[in-house]
T-cell receptor, first 114, second 108 residues
């Protein structure tokens, strides 16, 4: 596609439910990032991939969060046993090569945990 | 904890006024980027600064990278309502970390 695509656009989950958020980066982009953005805040780094390798997962808030990019293209962010504090917009971004180049963002998935 | 501190957090001005927003860190970055984000969308890149002391202009926007590559500023001349949005700085060192942003409102 022409840009980074994220799905679903909105997700409402009951506390304790597992969710999976999908990111389709721009075709051929090597680097992929996940960020969490709380209302009124800047994006907080979660994790970073180069191709299929997860180079940095230091931003994942707990072991309930898991991300994968098995074929170096589409990525999934999974949150197990969701909590209310997980409510946020989850942004995915990709860049052509290294992790310090221009990032192209998707529109995000807004997760609401009730 | 944000690696980059942005100030002010909120700024509300009248159309035609000038403004400056700041991005500060104790870390040195290989480059620094400024993004603008509108509600319901992801951030969009405005500029990348790479060299210490570098100044870049984008129409009414002027970006400066500090000599030590730890801080940056964004100056907007004659602000317009269309400049309203969340301005984010991001520092690059193998990956990209963002500040909390400055939320700018320009009133007509």
């Amino acid at each position: 596609g022409a840009g980074v695509s994220q799905s679903p656009r909105y997700k409402v989950a009951k506390r304790g439910q597992d969710v999976a958020l999908r990111c389709d980066p721009i075709s051929g982009h090597v680097s992929l990032f996940w960020y969490q953005q709380a209302l009124g805040q800047g994006p907080e780094f979660l994790t970073y991939f180069q191709n299929e390798a997860q180079l940095d997962k230091s931003g994942l808030p707990s072991d309930r969060f898991f991300a994968e990019r098995p074929e170096g293209s589409v990525s999934t962010l999974k949150i197990q046993r969701t909590q209310q504090e997980d409510s946020a917009v989850y942004l995915c971004a990709s860049s052509p090569t290294g992790g310090d180049e221009k990032l192209f963002f998707g529109s995000g998935t807004q997760l609401s945990v009730l | 904890t944000q690696l980059l501190e942005q100030s002010p957090q909120f700024l509300s001005i009248q159309e035609g006024e000038n403004l400056t927003v700041y991005c500060n860190s104790s870390s040195v970055f290989s480059s620094l980027q400024w993004y603008r984000q509108e509600p319901g969308e992801g951030p969009v890149l405005l500029v990348t600064v790479v060299t210490g002391g570098e100044v870049k202009k984008l129409k009414r926007l002027t970006f400066q990278f500090g000599d030590a590559r730890k801080d940056s500023s964004l100056h907007i001349t004659a602000a317009q309502p269309g400049d309203t949005g969340l301005y984010l700085c991001a520092g690059a060192n193998n990956d990209m970390r963002f500040g909390a942003g400055t939320r700018l409102t320009v009133k007509p």
